[in-house]
């Protein structure tokens, strides 16, 4: 038996049988590798001329990446290898200082703001790009980020640039929306990330037949945000804005609405003072872990590196350690800032070495396929000087479902040029628990559908939805709050109605928690 497939039974933890992967038992690491690179020719053979080169370097990434898989298909870490963080791995934002007014529009000219922006909307039920969705008085995610960056620019006479990174999924739509934003004092930039094959989980090799994506959408994929490097250095941008001695770029999923420019860390990266050894090429920004954040990728210190550990890459037995709030304190916010010179320093050198994520999937067909990925945070053990700095709670403001949306909807956060800032009137600094049912509220028509007008939250703690519930208007829901309507039952909260410490249950009976 190779030593491919017992790398392969070990990851996913079952015995094959049957005379469909008895082909799969002969091969080897380097048959496969071989393998490969004969299917991904007959791709390429598919190509327009127009497509070739583009595909040739894409399908050359691919092929590293597939490599690294090869060589190790779970990148679990050796748990006794991890050490304790060292001191002043970890700054505290609170400590870094303001930098002086005369100083911001020339620090400013040296930053780009990235924003990721390759994935669709279809968990909370929406067509097209996510960053789309009207979060907040009819603005979206994109709208928002542009107002943003258009202040930053406006208040400090700057220039500012935001880019797009798309992938095959949103970038025709991007394309059309961002023609609104032509009168507005932004620079935006588009550059795609890679378009890579599903491979068959038993055969390794490509279900794609050609390289039309748009012919057989589920043969393709975009390979998570670790693409960024390469892709960003593909397109001729990061050798532009190197040319106009812009030095650090901000990177950050575009759902993040706490994820705005942050002048303070600015600063620190490009004054870093005296005691300062050597230059910072990446900084992660982390926040305290709660129980809310238990699978959140944390940071550890691992063979005299700094890096990003995800729960993927933990050994099973070890999972709850993972969890472990006091063990690991703090979790990815996603929130990078890196040194553009250093970027292209690493793709030259050939340098960039990130663990590859694989990602099961079963298409619709019941075909299984398996998708391999990279984080953009992984990236941080091959920078020279990364840190990772502990910042407020208020930097990361994802909206994953329709729960968030309802934070961000609501008086919690009042909305100014584009940020929103916790509420003054609200007397303590956490956000509540929020859990809707799947049901009735994961998709964001039928969310919306359910509230006459947001509820007010502001003296909320918690709240669990289930079953078939709408709300009427100037709800107001404090302290904790359960509402639970059976199968078969519907609850409406009235309009004016005040719930504090409050279980609803099916038949309407309204009980003190």
């Not at 890096?307 to 990815?332: G, H, M, W, Y």
Request: net charge neutral.
């Amino acid at each position: 038996m190779s030593s491919l497939h017992l790398e392969k039974k070990a990851m996913y933890g079952h015995q094959r049988q049957g005379s469909d992967s008895a082909a799969f038992k002969e091969l080897t690491k380097r048959d496969a590798q071989v393998q490969l690179a004969v299917e991904l020719e007959k791709l390429i053979r598919t190509c327009s001329e127009a497509t070739h080169e583009r595909i040739e370097r894409e399908f050359a990434g691919f092929r590293r990446l597939f490599v690294r898989f090869l060589l190790d298909p779970t990148s679990s870490v050796q748990w006794e290898k991890i050490e304790k963080l060292p001191d002043g791995s970890v700054g505290d934002y609170e400590t870094l200082p303001t930098p002086p007014l005369t100083q911001i529009r020339g620090m400013l000219d040296k930053l780009v703001v990235i924003k990721l922006n390759g994935g669709l909307g279809t968990s909370m039920g929406c067509q097209g790009p996510k960053s789309v969705i009207s979060v907040r008085n009819d603005l979206t995610f994109l709208d928002l980020t542009v107002q943003q960056i258009e202040s930053l620019n406006k208040t400090y006479n700057a220039n500012v640039p935001l880019v797009l990174m798309n992938s095959f999924n949103t970038d025709e739509e991007t394309q059309l929306v961002i023609q609104k934003y032509t009168k507005f004092e932004i620079q935006i930039h588009t550059f795609n990330q890679s378009n890579y094959p599903r491979i068959n989980k038993e055969s390794l090799m490509p279900i794609a037949r050609s390289c039309n994506t748009s012919a057989d959408m589920e043969a393709w994929y975009p390979p998570g945000h670790g693409d960024f490097y390469e892709s960003f250095y593909n397109s001729g941008l990061l050798e532009e804005f190197i040319k106009q001695g812009r030095e650090y770029c901000f990177i950050s999923n575009i759902d993040n609405l706490g994820a705005t420019v942050d002048l303070n860390i600015l600063n620190m990266l490009l004054n870093p003072g005296e005691n300062s050894s050597k230059p910072k090429e990446f900084l992660m920004e982390v926040t305290d872990k709660t129980r809310a954040d238990v699978k959140g990728g944390t940071l550890i210190q691992y063979e005299n590196k700094l890096r990003l550990l995800e729960i993927a890459q933990v050994p099973k037995e070890k999972v709850e350690d993972f969890k472990s709030v006091k063990t690991f304190k703090f979790f990815n916010t996603n929130n990078l800032w890196v040194k553009l010179p250093s970027i292209k320093r690493i793709i030259e050198n050939g340098t960039l070495d990130m663990e590859v994520i694989v990602n099961p999937k079963t298409l619709d067909n019941g075909m299984n396929v398996i998708q391999l990925e990279t984080a953009v945070g992984a990236a941080m053990k091959c920078f020279e000087g990364s840190i990772g700095l502990n910042v407020p709670r208020s930097r990361f403001l994802p909206v994953k479902k329709t729960s968030d949306l309802l934070l961000v909807m609501s008086n919690l956060y009042n909305l100014k040029n584009g940020s929103l800032s916790m509420s003054a009137l609200r007397s303590f600094p956490s956000t509540p628990l929020i859990k809707l049912g799947e049901n009735h509220f994961a998709k964001v028509r039928e969310f919306l559908k359910r509230f006459a007008t947001i509820p007010d939250l502001l003296e909320l703690d918690h709240l669990t939805v289930s079953g078939d519930v709408t709300f009427g208007r100037h709800v107001s829901l404090k302290g904790t709050v359960i509402i639970i309507a059976n199968h078969g039952d519907r609850i409406d909260i009235p309009s004016g109605a005040i719930l504090e410490n409050k279980i609803v249950s099916g038949n309407l009976r309204i009980l003190d928690h």
